[in-house]
């Protein structure tokens, strides 16, 4: 009886893997700075505000609100009330009716009420410029101080987190955190301090005509080659 033949199985090649690019490499983070700057020059703080108080209540009733809806709203309440004494007076229900549309308006109200005798009694009626001062402030929180030591003071403490903020750096693997402080934490490490104020202010642009949450834009992206979202809407690579 003929032996059976012996067939050797050749090895199964090893598949190389690919190595996994930094996210977080110098030269991205460059090139997304850079691309962001050319894409919006001239972006700014979208709340309409005069001085340091305007844009203190201005940006604490922005929370859970549109910059569109609180920019309908504060025209009438800087009419009614034009400086911190004169709102530090006004009776809450009265400042409640104004700010209603905002959302949470009850809360809001006491925040800005409380801030402006805060800001009578304590600071001279004038807005601080430190952190720790504006985080004594009712209602204010990181990311109001952040936006009125950036866009009105030139200060940069630190990098305003919004919303779109939060979900774009997420998006472009700036940051593994889910929480306003600890994201700010890590952008800071990554986006040169000179780049603090401004990079808030584009990033929030392009989150909202461009990287929209539901829906991103993606074939007119301008970072759409340095993105990797998995939910990307389309793909040139």
Known sequence: MPAKKIILKKPVAEKKSKKTKNPLAPERITAILDILQKTYPNAVCALHHKNAWQLTVATTLSAQCTDVRVNMVTPVLFRLYPNPQALAEAPLPAIEEVVRTTGFYRNKAKSIKTAAQMLVKDFGCEVPHTMDELLKLPGVARKTANVVLGSWFGIAEGI??????????????????????PIERDLVKIIPRDHWIQFSHELIHHGRQVCIARKPRCAGCTLEKRCNAKDKTWSSH
Not at 165 to 180: A, D, F, I
């Open 160 to 181: 305003v987190v919004d919303t779109h903020v939060m979900r774009l750096s997420q998006r472009l693997q700036l940051t593994k955190e889910t929480q306003p402080v």
